[in-house]
């Protein structure tokens, strides 16, 4: 286990040490440390509390897998598709937003809300159906 341990420690340093370089040897290497801050701050300060705090919410809740499941995949979609949405003015290259792509992000967001919905609706009508077949007993 632990020559395994090592190979891998090894490994990782090694693509961290290729990173580095890497960047140092972009045109403007602080840019991109800025950058890396940046999503560094974006994700420890704003996303990863967010994420908890909406698990907290569903703690308690039954169906909490398929509304996690539904909230993961709605959230990336949007992360996917925001920086696309907000960056102003034209695109550097015409095939990047070749799409309407706020018409398309509702459409799928809509998706995901039907088919986490749909097996949420349909237990609750099997629940309320069992509940009267068992009052008319």
Request: aromatic content about 4%.
């Amino acid at each position: 286990m632990s020559v395994l341990r090592y190979g891998l420690g090894t490994l990782g340093v090694a693509l961290v040490g290729l990173g580095t370089w890497l960047v140092v040897d972009q045109p403007d290497p602080l840019g991109v440390f800025v950058w890396l801050a940046g999503a560094l701050v974006l994700h420890d300060g704003i996303l990863a509390p967010l994420v908890l705090a909406v698990g907290l919410l569903l703690a308690g809740r039954r169906r909490r897998g398929l509304l996690r499941g539904a909230l993961l995949v709605a959230g990336s979609v949007v992360l996917v598709t925001l920086p696309l949405l907000v960056r102003p003015g034209a695109p550097p290259n015409p095939s990047a937003l070749p799409l309407p792509y706020g018409r398309n992000l509702a459409i799928v967001l809509a998706a995901v809300t039907v088919v986490t919905g749909a097996p949420i609706a349909v237990q609750r009508w099997r629940e309320r159906r069992q509940g009267r077949a068992t009052t008319d007993d």
